[in-house]
């Protein structure tokens, strides 16, 4: 069948219908070119002719060698066509073309770039985000795959300003969602284009919208290990969480908190950077306000709980932490009505239990006697009482705080 269309057009355009076209193989000529028919059948009007030449493209890329059927396709002239039709309303045609233009993409750098000439990048960057979960793999992967570069790159060069904005918000968008894809840090990194998304998280030109989506992006970042997170640091992460926590938005505020969180996670050095920066202040100041956001002010206990961590030994970090009224934020947080903020609160009471202020530090007082004064033993005792805490694993060690730190407050209260 596939040999018939091949040589007479009129028959080929009349066989070139939807019905059993799944069962019929598609593979270039014997003269390694795409048949004339598929071509035609391509910009005919009718639109079961052109779905079923579309398909019959897809199914030649599939063919054994791939690599050697890309360049006949691009050869038909069709490349900006076929990514047209990424605008589709019909999503399985969207779905042949963006597995037409993903193989395309995998092959030289000139042959990609015929598909991003042709504008597959802001289609694909928008596909990502279909509500069809096939579609929007595929466009994922594409981008990931293939146009990863070519995306950081746009996002590099493209200036800031009101005619961009939607189509950068776009792009980080898409790069946010490569990353919820396991894309890898290495690879983010080799991009270039941390320092890029430093730069407009600390852009006043930036829309609440894309800033929100850089620390995502940069959030998937100081996840890693510490050389990923240094990366982010060494750009100028840090200032940009402090500049992103004086906006009053709850959304900007929850994201630079988790941001913080990580980032305090990790070794020595990075908790200075952090401590110099000087974000101590606002993450206590988000913990112990009791206004803020339920899951703002547990990324902020999610932080304090980290650098409590990180303090034992080490005199600069015990006395920022002390002086930075870290120990009252975490009593405060005993009362969050947030189960996990409960228990970062209680590791990180747990920790400061097992140090005392190293010599050199400048601190009057013990953890624990500050923990006292503010009202921290009656807290743990609120939350091993609380009817509203079912986690008896959290009230067990609230009760063995009591027990070996503060034995007068201990004993449960007679019914």
Known sequence: MAEETSRDNTTGLADLTLHGVSEIEASLTDEGIVPEDFVFGFNSEDPQIRKASVIKIRKILGGPPPSNCIQPVIDTGLVPAIVSLLDSEDTSLQYEAAWIVTNIAAGTT?????????????????????????????????????????????????????????????????????????????????????????????????????????????????????????????????????????IKDGDLCRLALWNASNVAAKGHSQVCALLDSGLLKPVVRVLMDDQESTISRRHACWTISNLADEVSGDAKVAQAFIEGRCVEALSAALLIPDLKAKERAVIGITRLSEWKPPQGSGADKSPLTIFRSASGPQNLRAVRNSRDVDDEDIKTECQGLLTLYFPDCSRRARV
């Open 110 to 246: 000139q042959q990609t770039e015929h598909v991003i000439d042709a504008g597959a990048i802001p289609r694909l960057i928008i596909l990502s985000a279909s509500p069809n979960a096939d579609v929007a793999d595929l466009a994922v992967w594409a981008l990931k795959k293939h146009v990863l570069p070519s995306l950081a790159r746009y996002i590099q060069e493209t200036p800031v300003n009101e005619a961009n904005m939607e189509s950068i918000e776009a792009a980080v968008q898409a790069l946010d969602r490569m990353c919820k894809h396991h894309l890898q840090g290495a690879d983010f990194i080799a991009t270039g284009v941390v320092p890029r998304l430093v730069k407009l998280l600390a852009d006043s030109s930036s829309s609440i919208a894309l800033q929100r989506g850089v620390l995502k992006c940069l959030g998937y970042l100081v996840t890693g290990s510490d050389a990923d997170t240094d990366v982010a640091v060494d750009a100028g992460l840090l200032p940009g969480l402090l500049l992103a926590l004086e």
